[in-house]
């Protein structure tokens, strides 16, 4: 069965790097492509992009592009979201989801990572 | 980029039929799906495509769409369903995600 294992939570102080990882098993993981979502506290979630497990080329929504890197491993079937010059705004639960489709049209989040809170504060 | 647009809160009786709705312009390109997120727990897909649901999802849940707006409907609503409900397509101009806001749905 598919499942996606994230690391644990961080706590880090403004200015520092964290970097999260997502470990795939139960598919071949170049197979899918890999979506992040950050979700602030009491907030929504929002898109911050997706990477090719295939090419290692990472997309980036806008608001996620500068700090935010997102990186493969594919010997340990593992994505990663590395954030830098972290600040308190970034606190949040940071979620990797796998990417599926059924069709031209029907595209969706299938498996999702338990999540990753990192906490920003002095 | 495009927007989907959820009402922010519903509620339904015990029992009772409710739809959530998701209004956006990349609907018309690309189906909803739909997620439910419980409090401290991560988002799990309940609906995907024109009307699909993963194993271990009640069939009270389905999905439909017309023009730029996709339903979730729940028909007999139990007290579990109270969760948030955030649905999300791909972008129909560039490569894309977008979410809605979510709606938080309240069991009475």
New interface residues.
């Given amino acids: 069965q598919v499942h996606l294992v994230q690391s644990g939570s961080e706590l880090k102080k403004p200015g520092a790097s964290v970097k999260v990882s997502c470990k795939a098993s139960g598919y071949t993981f170049t197979t899918y492509a890999m979506n992040w979502a950050r979700q602030a506290p009491g907030q929504g979630l929002e898109w911050m992009g997706w990477i090719n497990t295939n090419t290692g080329n990472p997309t980036y929504a806008q608001g996620f592009t500068g700090r935010f890197v997102f990186s493969l491993d594919t010997s340990v079937s593992t994505a990663y979201l590395q954030i830098n010059s972290l600040k308190a705004e970034d606190t949040a639960v940071y979620y990797c989801a796998r990417e599926a489709n059924s069709g031209y049209d029907q595209y969706y989040f299938d498996y999702w990572g338990q999540g990753t809170l990192v906490t920003v504060s002095s | 980029?495009s927007e989907l647009t959820q009402d922010p809160a519903v509620s339904v009786a015990l029992g009772q039929t409710v739809r959530i709705t998701c209004q956006g312009d990349s609907l018309r390109?690309?189906?909803a799906?739909w997620?439910q997120?419980r409090p401290g727990q991560?988002?799990?897909?309940v609906i995907?495509?024109?009307n699909?649901r993963?194993s271990g999802i009640p069939d009270r849940f389905s999905g439909s769409r017309s023009g730029n707006t996709a339903s979730l409907t729940i028909t007999g609503a139990q007290a579990e369903d109270e969760a948030?409900y955030?649905c999300?397509?791909?972008d129909s101009s560039v490569?894309?995600?977008?979410?809605?806001?979510?709606t938080k749905l309240t069991v009475l």
Avoid: C, E, I
């Fill in positions: 980029s390109s690309y189906y799906s997620y997120q991560a988002p799990v897909l995907s495509g024109k699909n993963p948030d955030y999300n397509s791909r490569n894309h995600w977008v979410f809605g806001g979510g």
